[in-house]
């Protein structure tokens, strides 16, 4: 069986105004996929009647041009396990088609998208409310799954959905682990073999520690570049860097 593979926002349309009253789920991603994602597309797969995942790297979400360019893509291999699960659509669109105004309008939120991950990523979150607001207008979907991993992200969107009246249901979905307790990522490609042995203990550092301070402590003794450790939301997050790759974590307090 083939995957029906999406390249134009108009085809989107078109085939979401043919589902009419069916519920349509959305796993929007920047591909590279891994067992994390795939938990959210086979929870939407339970849920819904029809599947639709995205796979676009979003520029406007990168401060960073030498991380955007570092982005691991491979979307042959990407399609190959989404048709394993039987995914209805898959959305693949170039800058153009989602930016055809290049950016001109965007979607900015001034509060909670200035801490954590905005705080150090100037025009982050605006990127990402933007291009997921356009998607949601492409897709239209019924539910939208998101990972608790990007819990700050998961939270804007949720947030922004009920600011504009969106008849979406945003469904957060807890955090995908490797066995050693690492939060799976699309980054974790970039880390070699020792620091992808050494990875696991931020999880166990920002679970475990007594206080931020210590966990901060802990984390530099390790040789982990702490970003940032906050607590708030009754969350603890963190940001490291390793061989110059961003990781980021949230445990429930
Ligand atoms: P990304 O491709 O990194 O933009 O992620 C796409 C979606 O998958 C986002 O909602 C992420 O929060 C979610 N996601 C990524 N990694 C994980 C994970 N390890 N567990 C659960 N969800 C994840």
Request: glycine content about 4%.
């Amino acid at each position: 069986m083939s995957i029906d593979l999406f390249r134009s926002p108009t085809e989107v349309k078109q085939w979401r105004y043919r589902q009419k009253d069916l519920s349509v789920g959305f796993v929007p991603t920047m591909g590279a996929l891994h067992e994390g994602h795939l938990s959210l597309v086979e929870r939407s797969m339970r849920e819904n009647d029809k599947t639709v995942v995205s796979i676009f790297v979003n520029p406007t979400q990168f401060n960073d041009p030498k991380d955007l360019k570092a982005y691991p893509t491979q979307l042959e291999t990407d399609l190959e396990l989404l048709k394993a699960l039987e995914v209805d659509l898959v959305f693949s669109p170039e800058e153009k088609d989602v930016y055809p105004d290049s950016y001109r309008f965007k979607l900015s939120e001034n509060q909670d998208s200035k801490l954590l991950c905005g705080a150090d990523r100037e025009g982050h979150f605006d990127g990402v409310l933007t291009v997921v607001m356009k998607l949601f207008h492409i897709v239209n979907p019924t539910h939208a799954y998101f990972g608790e991993k990007d819990y700050q992200q998961l939270s804007l969107i949720s947030d922004m959905a009920k600011a504009f009246f969106m008849d979406v249901k945003v469904v957060g979905c807890p955090t995908f682990r490797s066995r050693e307790g690492l939060a799976l990522s699309s980054r974790n490609e970039r880390l070699s073999t020792q620091a992808r042995a050494k990875a696991p203990n931020f999880a166990k550092i920002l679970q475990s520690a007594p206080s931020i301070d210590e966990a901060r402590a802990e984390l530099d003794a390790q040789g982990f570049e702490v970003v940032y450790l906050d607590q708030l939301w009754n969350r603890r997050f963190g940001a490291v860097k390793l061989e110059d790759v961003r990781l980021i974590d949230n445990v429930a307090l």
